[in-house]
């Protein structure tokens, strides 16, 4: 019920926007936000989007990442602008009901996953 889209190559200093499509219920209830797993690495959490509008970020991403959503189109977008090579892994969305921000940071009891897509950057 999860669609992630918009990995890809991008050179180091560039940009990509990612997409994550809900469909099947409405989520504007829902926390929705992005985790990674780089190869090798454990999945980390990357960036959310509270129900009420308000963010968090890892701080990896602070001041680069972007997350936002369009309720009415049950999408939320991670707008990753001066990526670096260390970027480079699989993005996944997810959606959480009611978990605060400790099981966000774990990626613990989300209600629904999104298939990764792959950002890959170059150096």
């Known amino acids: 019920q999860l669609q992630a889209s918009g990995g890809g190559l991008v050179q180091a200093g560039g940009s990509l926007r990612l997409s994550c499509a809900a469909s099947g219920r409405t989520f504007s209830r829902y926390a929705m936000g992005w985790f990674r797993q780089a190869p090798g690495k454990e999945r980390e959490f990357t960036a959310v989007?509270?129900?009420?509008?308000?963010?968090y970020y890892a701080n990896s991403v602070k001041g680069r990442f972007t997350v936002s959503r369009d309720n009415a189109k049950n999408t939320v977008y991670l707008q990753m602008n001066s990526l670096k090579p260390e970027d480079t892994a699989v993005y996944y969305c997810a959606a959480a009901a009611a978990r605060g921000l400790t099981d966000w940071g774990k990626g613990y009891g989300m209600d629904y996953w999104g298939k990764g897509t792959q950002v890959t950057v170059s150096s």
């Open positions: 989007s509270w129900s009420g509008g308000s963010t």
